[in-house]
């Protein structure tokens, strides 16, 4: 009888050991689901004047909220001056839904567009973008690689309407994949793919639509405790119906404050088209918070 309890002890003493074993390697190890982490969940800064709704594989945890804003403060020079764009708050709003998901809204942001009039878009106007909505799944949460594919319409809520508002007069939907590969202990490498059916307010009858291809490229090293300085590049193509091909570039320094609190500067400029835009370049700050 002893040696069968020996044998029964053995037995439940490897079962026990296997299922925690079992429990530990089904434990999430990858950083978008490990607490305080918002560092890796937030979308900004982001490139353009719109409200960055993507480009970051992790989702916000259920039952969480994630709250994201900014300003960009955009310049574009002339030969008869500066035209300027101050784009605010810029605010994003991320809720955890469970099953790896996430619901996005975004408010409209205000924009004021002021100084020389350059011509084209480049005109004195004041008023707000275009609201949208969407989801996000993530798909792989492993220490070095993570990714997520995302839905995104927006809405034609924007004014003014036309050629030199901040409306596209017609909904946009997106559709975006993002990947996130963990190179070394400190440097990662981002790439976010962006298929979008736009629309442009260049007929004075209605929008008109068009498809975009815009495939991005972020590295990030972790240059200080906290401390992430960030590189991107962007490419549209086309920016608009006709029109050629846009590439923005970014560098930008992102601040951990705490495990819900993240702060962010930017500065941002364009490569592509030709002038006046390629001159263009920006300024902007932003905060991330978690709740």
Known sequence: ?????????LAISFVSSFAVANAQSATPTGPCEQPGNIG??????????????????????????VVEAGY?????????????????????????????????????AISTRSGAALGGTFVPAHGLQDTGVGVKWMLADRPRF?????????VPTGTPLGTTGFSAGAPTYTLTYTAS????????????????????????????RFFSYQPSLTIGYAFAPNFTLLAGDQIAAPLAPGAGTGNRALIAIQRVLSPAI????????????????????AFGAGVGLQL
């Open 72 to 108: 960009r403060a955009q310049s574009t020079p002339g030969q008869s001056g500066s035209s300027t764009l101050d784009t605010y708050p810029l605010v994003l709003l991320r809720a955890g839904l469970g099953g790896h998901a996430e619901l996005i809204v975004q408010p409209p």
């Open 146 to 154: 993570q990714d997520a594919v995302e839905a995104f319409i927006s």
């Open 262 to 281: 993240v702060l962010d500067v930017d500065y941002e400029v364009n490569a592509l088209p030709a002038a006046p835009a390629f001159r263009q370049h």
């Open 181 to 208: 590969f963990t190179l070394t202990g400190n440097l990662s490498l981002s790439v976010t793919q962006n298929a979008i059916a736009g629309a442009a307010p260049l007929d004075p009858a209605g929008a008109t």
């Open 40 to 65: 890796a969940i937030v979308d900004r800064p982001g490139l353009g004047r719109p409200t960055a709704d993507n480009g970051s594989p992790c989702v916000v945890p259920s039952s969480q909220v």
């Open 1 to 9: 009888m002893r040696g069968a309890e020996r044998v029964a002890a």
